[in-house]
């Protein structure tokens, strides 16, 4: 699967993905959250081998089948659910180190794969972290991961109680909602084409509406060339970068460090 992550073929793949959130599953066997949560417990496993080893996740590691596996021998497209991406990773290394980024507020996670960054600001004392992403296997990641760490996930229609990790499966990019007063972009800009654009007018926006939107990034070209004009460039501030772990270096050839980067209102 790593080789896989790596090749043209995926990498194309992935690009698409932002334009075209995944379709919903067909089988019915497959679309039950409950059959999807037993295949994710098979086929992964629980590891801290990452930078915030506080938090268990199941992921497709180094000893599972599917790292070696054809991207037609997974059941789900695109399983990015299944990888702690570097960006996520020292944006969530972040908000555990600083608690006070998330303490008390409503943190919302866009794109949060295996839902480490909306876990870690439920583990730091937010008081409604919601773990969004369009692919519906990620979701039943999140709660899987969420539990595996005492977190309470809530999937709608359920309510969401204080302290709990609420999943959400709509497309958010480009809404704006007085009620998140965090927003997380792990690792969002991986995309090549119109996607980082919009994430980073919509990151704008949310700025000067008064949200902390923070972005996890391990350098890669599309955000580097997207803010490289000056008014992007003086709206953000790095505000902390971290060596990523050997394995995490292994599995993303040519990103060695992560930085976390603030939106600010100034410029
Ligand atoms: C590169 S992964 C990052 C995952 C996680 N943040 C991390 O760093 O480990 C990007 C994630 O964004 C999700 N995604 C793509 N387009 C999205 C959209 N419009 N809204 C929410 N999630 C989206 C994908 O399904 C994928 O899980």
Redesign the pocket.
Known sequence: MASLIRSARLLRRLHS??SH??SPLTSAARTTAENVAKWIEENTEVSRDHLTPELRLRLVTQNCWLWRARAEDCPYPDP??A???P???VLTRFLLDNPDVSRGKTVL??????G??AIAASMSGATYAIA????PI?ATAVALNARLNGVCAATPPSPAPPGSCEICTA???GRLDARWDVVLL???F?DDGD?GRAILDWADDLTTRGTAVLV?DPGRATFRERTATTTLRRRLLKVAEYDLPRRCREENSGFTTGAVWQFSRVV
């Open positions: 993905l932002a959130p995944v990015f659910w990888f702690y991406w960006g996520g990773q996670d866009v794109g949060s794969g295996c480490a960054s969004n992403d369009t692919d990620a497309s958010l990019v792990g690792d969002m991986y996607f996890g």
